[in-house]
Nanobody, 119 residues
Framework: QVQLVESGGGLVQAGGSLRLSCVAS????????MGWYRQVPGKQRELVAT???????NYADSVKGRFTISRDNAKNTVYLQMNSLKPEDTAVYYC?????????????WGQGTRVTVSS
């Protein structure tokens, strides 16, 4: 198991930047992949960015070139640097961890951190 604690959300004007952090309760090297998802009321949670333990990244088309996911294994932390923010980036952002144990993959979620981008 792993507990995830996000921080860094807040209110920012369009064009601004924020950095989200997610601290894992276990060695992040033992986590197969970590990522960020977001959700707005009435819509499904959607992928924003993921990063595997091998360093492979994946981004939603809507954030490519603006957001960067990274991790600091020494701090068991994954970051999401968000630049050139748009009002449509407003959502609750959730940290996710995927851990494979034998043939099963377990997923874990943080409590979420709210990002509001004003126009």
């Amino acid at each position: 198991q792993v507990q995830l604690v996000e921080s860094g959300g807040g209110l920012v004007q369009a064009g601004g930047s924020l950095r989200l952090s997610c601290v894992a309760s276990r060695n992040s090297l033992s986590i197969n992949a970590m990522g960020w998802y977001r959700q707005v009321p009435g819509k499904q949670r959607e992928l924003v960015a993921t990063l595997t333990s091998g360093g492979v990244t994946n981004y939603a088309d809507s954030v490519k070139g603006r957001f960067t996911i990274s991790r600091d294994n020494a701090k068991n932390t994954v970051y999401l640097q968000m630049n050139s923010l748009k009002p449509e980036d407003t959502a609750v952002y959730y940290c996710n961890a995927a851990i494979q144990e034998r043939t099963l993959i377990y997923t874990y979620w943080g409590q979420g951190t709210r990002v509001t981008v004003s126009s």
